[in-house]
């Protein structure tokens, strides 16, 4: 898997919980690297960002301020 930099990976392993930030992009694609301890890395999870609908999105309606005691 290539690495991005400022990705964010950490190991599988429970009892390790090692963290790393990537500092520069490597160029080989493959498995995903390995901790010290011998545990598979994996990044972390981000979800998706759909950008094409924003448009479609409707801001909420401004109330307007009632005074209670008129109705």
Known sequence: ???KSG?????VNPECGCAVVVETNSGT???NPRCACGG????GYSPP??????FLRI??????DRDSSKD
């Open 59 to 64: 801001p909420e309606p401004a109330f307007a």
């Open 40 to 43: 598979v890395m994996k990044k």
């Open 49 to 54: 960002v759909f950008r094409c609908l924003d």
């Open 7 to 11: 990705e964010h990976w950490h190991c």
């Open 1 to 3: 898997m290539i690495m």
């Open 29 to 31: 694609e493959g498995q």
